[in-house]
């Protein structure tokens, strides 16, 4: 988790910079997009779209900073929030960057990766983003592997 927010944070970094706004070449195509959601729904964590407000995005690729980022068009990114919690919608949300704050109000959360060449998805994490008080997540690909400290 510490690694997937770590890159989420240095993903915002050029979010803020000023320069065009993002053609329809930047984002992700809605069939790649219809292609992902369709593998996710038989994800037994995940399961049907309506559930989430998904994000879709390009990856950064690696090297370069500022004005010098690049997206990386082979990877396309997910991150998933509980539809119904708090001003989360059962909606599909395509940008040219991650358009994501850090968030520790309890929810269910997924995210990974589709690598676009290989036909590969892979779920980093799907569960509670916080665990209840006194508690700790020992598995995070399991949401019911709760134990005690």
Not at 33 to 56: K, T, V
Not at 99 to 115: I, K, T
């Amino acid at each position: 988790m510490a690694r997937r927010l770590s890159w989420i944070l240095i993903s915002l970094l050029p979010a803020g910079c000023s320069g065009p706004a993002p053609s329809a070449a930047d984002v992700p195509a809605a069939a790649a997009i219809d292609r992902i959601e369709q593998q996710l729904a038989g994800d037994p964590c995940i399961g049907p779209p309506d559930r989430w407000e998904r994000h879709f995005y390009y990856a950064l690729a690696p090297g370069g900073s500022g004005p010098a980022t690049r997206t990386d068009r082979n990877i396309i990114a997910f991150d998933f929030y509980e539809a119904g919690r708090y001003e989360f919608l059962p909606r599909r949300v395509v940008s040219a960057v991650p358009d994501v704050s850090p968030d520790d109000r309890p929810m269910r959360v997924a995210f990974g990766a589709y690598h676009v060449a290989s036909d590969r998805l892979s779920v980093d994490f799907c569960g509670q983003n916080t665990a209840p008080p006194g508690q700790v997540v020992r598995d995070p690909g399991n949401a019911a592997a709760w134990s005690k400290p």
